[in-house]
């Protein structure tokens, strides 16, 4: 009697990846089985409780928020017009000492707020800074130090 050896086309495979497949199953349950022990008791009503904190700081902001009043007083607006206009006011002293005369318009663009106005008139300049209901001009011939503290006559 002589017994063909299987050739390895004719292997039959199927039990080895039956077996195989039984394996990786029972070392997923492992896993599993081992992450839940692993897992602090209460992990859940951690991240609950944190939600509703979460939850309560958004509801008090947006209460807060409507309770910003309208707009800021007149005084206080007049005061930040000032430090605007003081800002761009020493760039351009600041360019005069540079270079020995006032700078353009575009040359001190960048120092200029939307709402604000430069004027040259020879070698004088004035800088005004308006907001609805507050304009604050800084006159150049006044130092800016003295304007700035409020005896130098500016508006």
Do not use: C
């Not at 896993?31 to 979460?54: C, D, I, M, N, T």
């Amino acid at each position: 009697m002589t017994t063909e050896k299987e050739s390895p086309d004719e292997t039959d495979w199927s039990g080895a990846v039956d077996d195989v497949l039984e394996k990786v199953a029972r070392h997923q349950a492992a896993v599993l089985e081992a992450e839940k022990r692993q897992r602090p008791p209460g992990q859940g009503r951690v991240l609950v409780s944190a939600l509703v904190a979460l939850a309560a700081v958004v509801a008090w902001n947006a209460w807060m928020l409507t309770r910003i009043p309208e707009g800021l007083p007149p005084e206080v607006v007049a005061e930040d017009l000032r430090y605007t206009v003081h800002f761009a006011a020493g760039a351009i002293e600041d360019f005069r000492a540079e270079h020995g005369r006032l700078p353009t318009a575009a040359e001190v663009e960048e120092y200029l707020g939307p709402e604000m106005v430069y004027e040259v008139d020879g070698n004088a300049f004035t800088v005004t800074a308006t907001d609805a209901e507050t304009q604050v001009t800084y006159d150049g011939s006044v130092p800016l130090t003295e304007w700035i503290q409020g005896s130098g006559g500016g508006s």
